[in-house]
């Protein structure tokens, strides 16, 4: 029993060291990316419009909320193996402040999309 113990422990751990990887590797290309989409549009298009700032904005954004998600997976196969009640304690911390981040982001994301439409049917934005 105990070396299946161990090799499912290294095999969470190897898979949640994974998704912690992809989630720096996501945050690093969305940075850069929105770096060069930011001096794109402050040099070429002398600084650019809201529009333009708000859509740089909500990119970046929605790469962030995908990263958070592996960052929450990481921290959820890490406390599935033994968990102590301080390993359950801090992922609830963890995992709501996370959560939290992510639905705001979200609802932003969301209300911007929803500006956009009204704004390009001549219509205001709908009612939240």
Do not use: C
Not at 7 to 20: I, W
Not at 66 to 89: N, Y
Request: proline share 3%; glycine share 8%; no cysteine.
């Amino acid at each position: 029993m105990e070396p299946l113990r161990a090799l499912v422990q290294t095999l969470t751990e190897s898979v949640s060291t994974l998704a912690e990887l992809a989630a720096a590797l996501i945050i690093a290309v969305a940075v850069a990316e929105a770096i060069v989409r930011s001096v794109h549009t402050v040099f070429l298009h002398g600084g650019g419009s809201d529009d333009a700032k708000q859509a740089l904005r909500l990119r970046l954004g929605r790469w962030l909320a995908v990263s958070l998600e592996f960052l929450l997976a990481a921290d959820i196969l890490r406390t599935a193996v033994a968990p102590s009640w301080q390993d359950i304690g801090q992922l609830g911390a963890i995992a709501l402040i996370r959560t939290a981040l992510n639905y705001f982001l979200q609802r932003e994301i969301e209300a911007q999309a929803q500006s956009r439409r009204g704004g390009a049917t001549g219509e205001g934005p709908a009612p939240s």
